[in-house]
């Protein structure tokens, strides 16, 4: 049995939130046929606690406004490693050290990835209309 379109759905609008802060490496692994208790992870990570902080803030945020609020959050004050349990979803925002660490896309890699639209498109240059360094490149081509 594989996730839950509304699994889906949840996970693709976490994912681009994380994107929206600049989170890196975001991935979506549909963890259905592994486990009974959830059917998606999120996995974002970012190089410091605040940033860390700031994209679990903006996944709240827009799924709040999509209906849906955690069960639990775990973490968010130490801002190494944030957990928010959405049940059909469950999210994980972990500092560079901690991602590298736990290597939990090592873990969960037998698991498929959900694609998700739009991802990567939120450079540090998005914020001023500037676009990414690798945008520039490209349409200098």
Not at 100 to 107: C, E, H, V
Request: aromatic share 4%; hydrophobic share 45%.
């Amino acid at each position: 049995m594989s996730a839950t379109t509304e699994a889906i759905e949840m996970a693709r609008i976490a994912a681009v939130a994380a994107d929206e802060k600049l989170a890196s490496d975001v991935v979506v692994l549909d963890v259905s046929e592994q486990l009974v208790i959830t059917d998606c992870f999120v996995i974002a990570s970012a190089p410091n606690e605040r940033q860390v902080n700031a994209i679990v803030e903006n996944i709240e945020d827009r799924l709040r406004e999509a209906g849906h609020k955690p069960v639990r959050r775990e973490g968010t004050r130490e801002g190494r490693w944030a957990l928010l349990d959405f049940v059909d979803v469950v999210i994980h925002v972990q500092h560079n050290e901690e991602r590298n660490f736990y290597a939990l896309d090592r873990l969960w890699k037998d698991c498929p990835t959900v694609p998700v639209e739009g991802l990567g498109q939120h450079g540090p240059a998005d914020a001023n209309g500037a676009g990414t360094a690798a945008q520039a490149e490209e349409s200098e081509l």
